[in-house]
């Protein structure tokens, strides 16, 4: 089993910026890979990027040149930083792991809230 924990969230004008945190715990040696998703009300959760094992990094178009995800070994921990926010990022977003065995496992969310 694996944890996961977000913080990170709030309000914040367009064009500023935030940086979310997922910290993992429990069988993180089994993880592949670990991404950050997004759902926004009355739409369907996206990817927003994800990290695999050698950190190579995949961004969802919306968020290459604005987000940069990476992530610390020695924590247990994945962080997004979202720089030039605009109202359209608003959503709550999802921490994510795989495991080696393709077994997904997401934390509580955490809300971004853009205004304009």
């Known amino acids: 089993q694996v944890r996961l924990v977000e913080s990170g969230g709030g309000l914040v004008q367009a064009g500023g910026s935030l940086r979310l945190s997922c910290a993992a715990s429990?069988?993180?040696?089994?993880?592949?890979?670990t991404g950050w998703y997004r759902q926004a009300p009355g739409k369907q959760r996206e990817l927003v990027a994800t990290?695999?094992?050698?950190?190579?990094?995949n961004y969802a178009d919306s968020a290459k040149g604005r987000f940069t995800i990476a992530r610390d070994n020695a924590k247990n921990t994945v962080y997004l930083q979202m720089n030039s926010l605009k109202p359209e990022d608003t959503a709550v977003y999802y921490c994510?792991?795989?495991?080696?065995?393709?077994?997904?496992?997401w934390g509580q969310g955490t809300q971004v809230t853009v205004s304009s």
């Open positions: 994510n792991a795989i495991s080696s065995f393709n077994h997904n496992y």
């Open positions: 429990g069988v993180t040696f089994n993880v592949k890979a």
């Open positions: 990290i695999d094992r050698s950190s190579s990094t």
